[in-house]
């Protein structure tokens, strides 16, 4: 597609499940971002991949999240033991790994409702 | 994130100039952004700004930039009802963009 392709775009758990946000970058971008956005605030840093590895993983809250993009590609943002408080917009972008700019293109989210 | 600040809101009449005022803390930071997000949507670049330049402009927007103050504003010129939307500064740390909690703006008749 032309742009960051992300699924679902709404999820609706319990308190507990595990669930998973799946990204598809740009074609040809190799740095892939997890961000997530809870009401009223802006994004925030999760993770970002250079590639099939994770550069920075700083911005993940605990071990309940992981993300991975075995191919460089598509990626998968993974949250175990869901809680209450993960509600929350989980947004991807890609970029050309070469740009000056560092524009980051986004998707339009992943809306995620811990019941 | 806590490092980039903005008013929460900002209501405008149409046809009028809108300002959006942002502060960030990282002087290194190379590049500023200015992105907008409405109802439902993900997030749309508007417009960013070198840190060796002072301002940029892009049809109805004007980027001001103060180095010295670490202060970044979006002029939007003869605003529209499709202004309406969240609008995010954020500044570039290495990789990363470091967003602020965003400024709502509401254009009214």
């Known amino acids: 597609g032309a742009g960051v392709s992300q699924t679902p775009s709404n999820k609706v758990t319990e308190k507990g499940k595990y669930v998973e946000l799946r990204c598809d970058p740009i074609s040809g971008h190799t740095a892939l971002y997890w961000y997530r956005q809870s009401l009223g605030q802006g994004p925030e840093f999760l993770i970002y991949f250079q590639g099939t590895g994770a550069a920075d993983d700083s911005g993940l809250p605990n071990d309940r999240f992981f993300a991975v993009r075995p191919e460089g590609s598509v990626s998968t943002l993974k949250i175990q033991r869901t809680e209450r408080g993960d509600s929350a917009v989980y947004l991807c972008?890609?970029?050309?790994?070469?740009?000056?700019?560092?524009?980051?293109?986004f998707g339009e989210g992943s809306r995620l409702t811990v019941l | 994130g806590e490092d980039v600040e903005q008013s929460l809101f900002l209501s405008v009449r149409e046809g009028d100039s809108s300002v959006i005022n942002c502060t960030y803390t990282d002087s290194s930071s190379t590049y500023l952004y200015w992105y907008k997000q409405e109802p439902g949507a993900g997030l749309q670049l508007l417009t960013y700004i070198f840190s060796n330049m002072d301002m940029k402009q892009d049809q109805r927007l004007t980027v001001l930039l103060n180095k010295k103050d670490k202060h970044l504003s979006l002029r939007i010129a003869d605003t529209q009802t499709g202004d309406s939307a969240i609008y995010f500064c954020a500044e570039k740390e290495d990789y990363k963009l470091s967003f602020g909690a965003g400024t709502t703006v509401t254009v009214r008749a």
């Open positions: 972008a890609s970029s050309l790994w070469s740009s000056n700019t560092g524009e980051l293109f």
